[in-house]
């Protein structure tokens, strides 16, 4: 109990010295940081987004062997959906390539394909199916998608 009055005393003597720590502390210049004149000039420029763009996705992207998938896709334009384009799937295994049935794209641009697993690929090994919407002007839309059955 007698080194707690004497640790007070420690205290209020430091004080009494008159050390002042923010003297010392962040006493020390900053770097400063200047950008120069032509730096926005060596920026590449944004790309401009693709007016038709599409995507696609797997009902479940981890099914058992034996699972039936179902695949989506989607074909826009300009952020809207694109209506009556014929797309195809390619389903590639490890064993090799499976196309799925054509479909066309309803009116918000979305069309979906089944595919029977049928233990065709091994557990554990991906899988990627291409979807290519045909008759889109400025080329055909290919995107792609994956599963790996578990």
Not at 36 to 64: D, E, H
Not at 92 to 111: P, R
Request: charged share 10%; net charge negative.
């Amino acid at each position: 109990m007698l080194l707690w009055p004497l640790a007070l005393v420690a205290l209020l003597a430091l004080s009494a010295c008159g050390s002042d720590l923010s003297t010392t502390i962040g006493t020390q210049p900053q770097p400063t940081t200047t950008v120069k004149a032509g730096f926005q000039s060596q920026v590449t420029p944004l790309p401009t987004i693709p007016p038709y763009r599409c995507g696609a996705w797997t009902s479940n992207n981890a099914p058992n062997p034996g699972a039936t998938l179902l695949i989506y896709a989607r074909l826009t334009h300009n952020l809207q959906g694109v209506e009556g384009k014929q797309a195809t799937a390619t389903v590639h295994f490890q064993g090799g390539d499976v196309t799925l049935d054509q479909q066309t794209s309803d009116q918000g641009g979305y069309v979906k394909f089944t595919l029977q697993l049928q233990d065709q690929q091994p557990a554990n090994v991906p899988a990627t199916v291409d979807v290519t919407f045909t008759g889109v002007p400025g080329g055909n839309q290919t995107c792609e998608t994956f599963f790996t059955p578990v």
